[in-house]
Nanobody, 123 residues
Protein backbone atom coordinates (compact mmCIF):
# COMPACT_ATOMS: atom_id res chain seq x y z
CA UNK A 1 0.00 0.00 0.00
CA UNK A 2 1.28 3.45 -0.92
CA UNK A 3 -0.14 6.70 0.40
CA UNK A 4 0.57 9.92 -1.49
CA UNK A 5 -0.22 13.14 0.36
CA UNK A 6 -0.45 16.52 -1.35
CA UNK A 7 -1.98 19.94 -0.99
CA UNK A 8 0.32 21.54 1.54
CA UNK A 9 1.66 25.04 1.18
CA UNK A 10 1.85 28.49 2.69
CA UNK A 11 -1.37 30.04 3.94
CA UNK A 12 -2.21 33.06 6.06
CA UNK A 13 -3.82 32.67 9.45
CA UNK A 14 -7.57 32.43 9.07
CA UNK A 15 -7.28 30.92 5.61
CA UNK A 16 -8.09 27.46 4.29
CA UNK A 17 -6.24 24.54 2.77
CA UNK A 18 -7.27 21.07 1.62
CA UNK A 19 -4.93 18.12 1.86
CA UNK A 20 -5.42 14.99 -0.23
CA UNK A 21 -4.16 11.45 0.28
CA UNK A 22 -4.33 9.03 -2.64
CA UNK A 23 -4.16 5.32 -1.89
CA UNK A 24 -2.59 2.89 -4.34
CA UNK A 25 -1.83 -0.80 -4.17
CA UNK A 26 -5.08 -1.58 -2.42
CA UNK A 27 -8.61 -0.27 -2.56
CA UNK A 28 -9.19 2.38 0.06
CA UNK A 29 -12.75 1.21 0.69
CA UNK A 30 -11.57 -1.29 3.32
CA UNK A 31 -9.00 0.98 4.93
CA UNK A 32 -9.50 3.29 7.86
CA UNK A 33 -7.72 6.56 7.12
CA UNK A 34 -6.13 9.24 9.24
CA UNK A 35 -4.01 12.37 9.35
CA UNK A 36 -1.13 13.15 11.66
CA UNK A 37 1.20 16.11 11.95
CA UNK A 38 4.65 16.88 13.28
CA UNK A 39 5.67 20.40 14.17
CA UNK A 40 9.34 21.41 14.38
CA UNK A 41 10.92 20.00 17.53
CA UNK A 42 7.82 18.04 18.49
CA UNK A 43 6.61 14.50 18.19
CA UNK A 44 4.09 13.26 15.67
CA UNK A 45 0.52 13.80 16.84
CA UNK A 46 -2.85 12.48 15.78
CA UNK A 47 -5.08 14.98 13.96
CA UNK A 48 -8.11 13.18 12.52
CA UNK A 49 -9.39 9.77 11.47
CA UNK A 50 -12.25 8.35 9.44
CA UNK A 51 -13.55 4.81 9.27
CA UNK A 52 -13.68 2.92 5.98
CA UNK A 53 -17.39 3.61 5.57
CA UNK A 54 -17.12 7.29 6.51
CA UNK A 55 -18.48 6.92 10.03
CA UNK A 56 -17.23 7.38 12.67
CA UNK A 57 -14.74 10.22 12.50
CA UNK A 58 -12.55 11.59 15.25
CA UNK A 59 -10.42 14.68 15.84
CA UNK A 60 -7.89 15.98 18.27
CA UNK A 61 -9.38 18.77 20.38
CA UNK A 62 -7.24 21.54 18.90
CA UNK A 63 -8.73 21.11 15.41
CA UNK A 64 -12.36 20.29 16.20
CA UNK A 65 -14.79 22.67 14.45
CA UNK A 66 -11.98 23.84 12.12
CA UNK A 67 -10.82 20.70 10.28
CA UNK A 68 -12.95 18.12 8.50
CA UNK A 69 -11.81 14.70 7.37
CA UNK A 70 -13.63 13.02 4.50
CA UNK A 71 -13.09 10.37 1.88
CA UNK A 72 -14.11 9.38 -1.64
CA UNK A 73 -13.64 5.63 -1.99
CA UNK A 74 -14.34 5.75 -5.72
CA UNK A 75 -11.27 7.96 -6.06
CA UNK A 76 -9.27 6.03 -3.44
CA UNK A 77 -8.68 9.37 -1.75
CA UNK A 78 -9.00 10.86 1.72
CA UNK A 79 -9.10 14.58 2.43
CA UNK A 80 -8.42 16.97 5.26
CA UNK A 81 -10.20 20.29 4.88
CA UNK A 82 -8.45 22.85 7.06
CA UNK A 83 -10.38 26.05 7.78
CA UNK A 84 -9.53 29.03 9.96
CA UNK A 85 -5.95 27.83 10.23
CA UNK A 86 -3.67 29.12 12.96
CA UNK A 87 0.13 29.49 13.14
CA UNK A 88 0.16 26.57 15.59
CA UNK A 89 -1.13 24.36 12.75
CA UNK A 90 2.25 24.72 11.04
CA UNK A 91 3.67 21.21 10.64
CA UNK A 92 4.42 18.41 8.25
CA UNK A 93 1.16 16.55 7.72
CA UNK A 94 1.15 12.79 7.13
CA UNK A 95 -1.64 10.54 5.99
CA UNK A 96 -1.96 7.05 7.38
CA UNK A 97 -4.13 3.98 6.99
CA UNK A 98 -5.02 0.77 8.74
CA UNK A 99 -6.89 -2.24 7.45
CA UNK A 100 -7.85 -3.62 10.84
CA UNK A 101 -9.01 -0.97 13.26
CA UNK A 102 -9.65 2.79 13.39
CA UNK A 103 -8.60 2.50 17.02
CA UNK A 104 -5.04 1.83 15.91
CA UNK A 105 -5.05 5.21 14.16
CA UNK A 106 -6.37 6.92 17.31
CA UNK A 107 -3.50 5.26 19.19
CA UNK A 108 -0.88 6.48 16.68
CA UNK A 109 -0.30 2.93 15.47
CA UNK A 110 -1.52 2.76 11.86
CA UNK A 111 -0.27 0.02 9.62
CA UNK A 112 0.64 2.29 6.71
CA UNK A 113 2.22 5.73 6.51
CA UNK A 114 2.53 8.14 3.65
CA UNK A 115 5.15 10.79 3.08
CA UNK A 116 4.50 14.22 4.53
CA UNK A 117 3.30 17.48 3.04
CA UNK A 118 4.38 20.76 4.60
CA UNK A 119 1.77 23.21 5.85
CA UNK A 120 2.99 26.63 6.93
CA UNK A 121 0.62 29.19 8.43
CA UNK A 122 1.81 32.77 8.59
CA UNK A 123 0.50 35.22 11.16
Amino acid sequence: VQLQASGGGLVQAGGSLRLSCVVSGRTSSNLHMGWFRQAPGKGREFVAAIAWGGIPTGYTDSVKDRFTISRDNEKNTAYLQMNNVEPTDTAVYYCAADGESIGKIFRNMPEYWGQGTQVTVSS
